[in-house]
């Protein structure tokens, strides 16, 4: 990415302003002053649409360029059946995209010289530093170990190339966790994500615990708490409050509700989640957000690391964040375990994709607008986002829907995101 100079970041100080918020029944728009209403109702009707048509439930949708704030708008309701109206400020499970935040933490401690991207980890646990890999399984059944061939890096956990792997798309880790009686990720134990690698680490691409790992690592250089050290670090700085691993009961009460797609494509409101303290903060998928915090943080990664006047990475850090580290390896696709949970992945099919530190990345232009260089994630309950540093643009989209990678669901993303570079060129 390229970082904006100081004396460009001045001449934007004040530069953006926002119209007044309008709402109008189950609609709530915001954007940016330079953006048309004419231009501003393309993407409103893009988003409009889908929840008209029942598609999905509800939808936040945000957009900021390096201007500022160029675009938000809610439409539809929490929870289908019973409301209340989706507002700017609904309460989501971000799921993966906590990945993200981690491994800027992760960065933030590379930069303080208390983590090595290249170096073994440090020795905080047997699954890290003495990993064995699955080879497979003999006649009785009995999973098949032996010692991995080379040390596990940050950049192997950041990367998604250490060989860790998730139940919910790998088979054989799924056979492992039925043979081995090892606890669901589910409960919040340490010795779930103690499980071993599927292939040698550098080797190939899953996705899977490595920035479960990461946060594990982030704890014990820091010393504190991954809830405490995001909140310190990232959250307060940023003035994210809307955004940690346990929800207020105000919070709470702006909380859209997952809904499941039905094999007849309806979709079906699930009760809220129990809270429970688990034995660790994941570094990898249980945080609440807003969509405006989240946005925050993106801005912050959109500005090379900095936002209204808060630095929480190098410039320097921040670019090489957005650069390939997985070479030739191909990454991106995932195939299903659990279609309740997830459909397959192929988010850009036929493409090369590859992974940054933290994150995807296009290797070519997207089908929608998003350039060569673009980094993107989501979570599982169909949340998402993009940054693309090329055109100076990063935009979310936020439901609460599974499986991940839902068809309808990834329609409207790309669908709004085509429709926010169209509106940007007609600015």
Same mark, same amino acid.
Not at 1 to 29: E, H, Q, W, Y
Not at 225 to 249: H, N, Q
Not at 259 to 285: C, K, N, V, Y
């Given at each position: 990415?390229?970082?904006? @100079?100081?004396?460009?970041?001045? +001449?934007?100080?004040?530069?953006?302003?926002?119209?007044?918020?309008?709402?109008?029944?189950?609609?709530?728009?915001?954007?940016?002053?330079?953006?048309?209403?004419?231009?501003?109702?393309?993407?409103? @009707?893009? !988003?409009?649409?889908?929840?008209?048509?029942?598609?999905?439930?509800?939808?936040?949708?945000?957009?900021?360029?390096?201007? $500022?704030? &160029?675009?938000?708008?809610? &439409?539809?309701?929490?929870? !289908?059946?019973?409301?209340?109206?989706?507002?700017?400020?609904?309460?989501?499970?971000?799921?993966?995209?906590?990945?993200?935040?981690?491994?800027?933490?992760?960065?933030? !401690?590379?930069? /303080?010289?208390?983590?090595?991207?290249?170096?073994?980890?440090?020795?905080?646990?047997?699954? !890290?530093?003495?990993? /064995?890999?699955?080879?497979?399984?003999?006649?009785?059944?009995?999973?098949?170990?032996?010692?991995?061939?080379?040390?596990?890096?940050?950049?192997? +956990?950041?990367?998604?190339?250490?060989? &860790?792997?998730?139940?919910?798309?790998?088979?054989?880790?799924?056979?492992?966790?039925?043979?081995?009686?090892?606890?669901?990720?589910?409960?919040?134990?340490?010795?779930?994500?103690?499980?071993?690698?599927?292939?040698?680490? $550098?080797?190939?691409?899953?996705? $899977?615990?490595?920035?479960?790992?990461?946060?594990?690592?982030?704890?014990?250089?820091?010393?504190?708490? +991954?809830?405490?050290?995001?909140?310190?670090?990232?959250?307060?700085?940023?003035?994210?409050?809307? @955004?940690?691993?346990?929800?207020?009961?105000?919070?709470?009460?702006?909380?859209?509700?997952?809904?499941?797609? /039905?094999?007849?494509?309806?979709?079906?409101?699930?009760?809220?989640?129990?809270?429970?303290?688990?034995?660790?903060?994941?570094?990898?998928?249980?945080?609440?957000?807003?969509?405006?915090?989240?946005?925050?943080?993106?801005?912050? +990664?959109?500005?090379?690391?900095?936002?209204?006047?808060?630095?929480?990475?190098?410039? =320097?850090?921040?670019?090489?964040?957005?650069?390939?580290?997985? $070479?030739?390896?191909?990454?991106?696709?995932?195939?299903?375990?659990?279609?309740?949970?997830?459909?397959?992945?192929?988010?850009?099919?036929?493409?090369?994709?590859?992974?940054?530190?933290?994150?995807?990345?296009?290797?070519?232009?997207?089908?929608?607008?998003?350039?060569?260089?673009?980094?993107?994630?989501?979570?599982? &309950?169909?949340?998402?986002?993009?940054?693309?540093?090329?055109?100076?643009?990063?935009?979310?989209?936020?439901?609460?829907?599974?499986?991940?990678?839902?068809?309808?669901?990834?329609?409207?993303?790309?669908?709004? =995101?085509?429709?926010?570079?169209?509106?940007?060129?007609?600015?």
């Amino acid at each position: 990415m390229t970082p904006t @100079s100081p004396s460009r970041r001045d +001449l934007l100080k004040g530069a953006v302003a926002i119209t007044a918020a309008t709402a109008v029944g189950n609609v709530t728009r915001r954007a940016h002053a330079q953006t048309a209403p004419a231009s501003r109702a393309r993407i409103d @009707s893009v !988003l409009k649409q889908a929840v008209d048509a029942k598609e999905v439930p509800g939808v936040v949708a945000m957009v900021a360029t390096d201007k $500022g704030l &160029f675009y938000e708008g809610a &439409f539809g309701v929490r929870e !289908l059946g019973r409301g209340p109206d989706m507002t700017l400020d609904s309460v989501f499970r971000i799921a993966s995209m906590t990945k993200a935040i981690t491994s800027v933490a992760a960065m933030q !401690l590379v930069e /303080q010289g208390k983590l090595k991207l290249e170096e073994p980890v440090p020795n905080i646990d047997p699954a !890290l530093s003495s990993p /064995q890999v699955l080879e497979g399984f003999d006649a009785s059944g009995t999973p098949k170990l032996r010692p991995a061939k080379r040390p596990i890096t940050l950049r192997h +956990l950041l990367t998604h190339t250490a060989g &860790f792997s998730y139940e919910i798309w790998d088979a054989n880790m799924v056979r492992y966790v039925k043979a081995s009686g090892m606890p669901s990720t589910a409960t919040g134990k340490v010795a779930s994500i103690r499980m071993p690698l599927v292939f040698d680490p $550098g080797d190939k691409w899953e996705y $899977g615990v490595n920035i479960d790992w990461v946060g594990r690592l982030i704890e014990s250089a820091s010393g504190q708490t +991954l809830d405490a050290y995001f909140r310190d670090k990232i959250f307060a700085p940023l003035g994210m409050k809307d @955004s940690g691993y346990v929800t207020s009961e105000e919070q709470r009460a702006r909380q859209a509700r997952v809904h499941q797609r /039905q094999a007849d494509g309806a979709l079906a409101p699930q009760p809220l989640e129990t809270p429970f303290t688990p034995e660790f903060w994941s570094g990898g998928g249980p945080l609440y957000s807003t969509g405006r915090d989240y946005l925050t943080f993106l801005q912050a +990664l959109l500005h090379g690391g900095s936002h209204n006047g808060t630095r929480i990475l190098k410039p =320097e850090t921040v670019a090489l964040m957005g650069k390939n580290h997985t $070479g030739a390896i191909p990454a991106g696709i995932m195939k299903t375990t659990t279609p309740a949970r997830s459909n397959d992945v192929d988010l850009f099919p036929g493409a090369p994709i590859r992974w940054g530190l933290g994150y995807m990345l296009n290797m070519e232009p997207g089908p929608n607008g998003r350039s060569a260089g673009t980094v993107s994630w989501g979570g599982i &309950f169909n949340t998402y986002y993009w940054l693309d540093p090329a055109k100076r643009v990063t935009g979310l989209i936020m439901t609460q829907i599974l499986p991940f990678a839902d068809t309808k669901t990834l329609k409207l993303y790309g669908q709004f =995101e085509r429709s926010v570079y169209e509106t940007l060129k007609a600015v």
